[in-house]
C-alpha cells in the first residue's frame, strides 16, 4: 500500500491525535497533587526546595488492598550529636487529605528507620521529606498503583 | 471501651550498649478516618490516635505524628540505639485523650 492518505484515512488518524491531545491534557492537571499534600510540604520546610535523595521509601508497587499498605522509610544520616535527622513527613497526594504522618528522631534513635501501614485510596504518589539537623531537607516519593481503595470507598 | 493491650516486641531482650534494638508493636484501634458516613448518611465521628512516643528510661528516643491515613490496628516498627538499662514505655494518645500504653523492659550490659 502506497503511504498516502485519502481523505477518510486522514480524518481518522487526525481524530485519533485529537484524543491522544485530549487525553494527554486530561492527564497533566492529574499529577498535581489533588489534596493538600503540596502544602504540607512547603510548611514543613519553610518553604524550601528539597533535595532528591537520601531518603529511601519503599512501598510496594501494586497495593492489593489500600486499607493497609506497609511503607518503610529510612533516611540515610550517621545519626550523631553533629548530624542527624530530626524529622521525616509522608504525605500522600491523592488522599483526601495529605498528611500521612510524621516521625520524629534524635540521636537516640540511632537510626532513622521506621514502618508503618498507611492507607492510600486510589493509585497516587506517597512522598517523603526529611529534614536534617542542619536545616537541609531531601526527598524521595514512590508512585503505588491500589487496587481496592482504603478509605471506605 | 474495654482496656487496649498493645503488642510489643523488642527484638532482644538484653543489649550491649550502642546496640540497635528493634521495636515491633500493634495496638487494637479502629482509626476511623471522620470521612466515612454510615448508611442513614451520617458522618462516623473521628477517632485517631493522634500521636506516638516511645521512652526508653524517660528519656524520648522516638515519637510520631499520625493522621487519618494510619490504618486500622496500627503497627508501627523502628529502631532505637541501647543505652542504659529500663522500661521501654510506648504510648498511644488517642483524640479524645485517653493514653494506650505498653511496656518492656530492657537491660543494657
Known amino acids: 500500500m502506497p503511504l498516502t492518505f485519502n481523505r477518510r484515512q486522514a480524518l481518522t488518524i487526525s481524530a485519533a491525535a485529537l484524543t491522544a491531545a485530549a487525553w494527554g491534557g486530561a492527564i497533566v492537571p492529574a499529577l498535581a497533587a489533588k489534596n493538600d499534600s503540596d502544602e504540607l510540604i512547603k510548611k514543613f520546610t519553610g518553604g524550601k526546595t528539597p533535595a532528591e535523595g537520601r531518603v529511601r521509601l519503599d512501598l510496594p508497587e501494586i497495593a492489593e488492598n489500600g486499607n493497609t499498605v506497609p511503607m518503610t522509610v529510612s533516611v540515610e544520616s550517621p545519626m550523631t550529636d553533629q548530624s542527624y535527622v530530626s524529622d521525616v513527613l509522608i504525605v500522600s497526594d491523592g488522599n483526601p487529605r495529605g498528611g500521612v504522618a510524621t516521625f520524629h528522631f534524635s540521636p537516640a534513635s540511632g537510626v532513622s528507620e521506621a514502618n508503618i501501614r498507611i492507607r492510600l485510596a486510589e493509585t497516587q504518589n506517597v512522598i517523603a521529606v526529611a529534614k536534617m539537623n542542619d536545616g537541609s531537607y531531601f526527598m524521595a516519593s514512590k508512585p503505588v498503583k491500589v487496587t481496592i481503595g482504603g478509605c471506605g470507598g | ?109
Open chain 2, 1 to 109: 471501651m474495654a482496656e487496649v493491650k498493645p503488642r510489643i516486641k523488642l527484638d532482644r531482650k538484653q543489649a550491649k550498649k550502642g546496640d540497635l534494638v528493634e521495636v515491633k508493636a500493634l495496638v487494637s484501634h479502629i482509626m476511623e478516618t471522620g470521612l466515612r458516613k454510615d448508611a442513614s448518611g451520617n458522618i462516623i465521628a473521628r477517632k485517631i490516635l493522634n500521636r506516638f512516643t516511645c521512652t526508653v528510661n524517660g528519656k524520648e528516643v522516638f515519637s510520631a505524628d499520625f493522621e487519618p491515613a494510619i490504618s486500622a490496628n496500627p503497627y508501627i516498627q523502628f529502631k532505637f540505639r541501647a543505652q542504659e538499662s529500663g522500661p521501654v514505655v510506648l504510648t498511644w494518645i488517642d483524640d479524645d485523650g485517653t493514653k494506650i500504653v505498653g511496656e518492656e523492659s530492657l537491660t543494657v550490659t
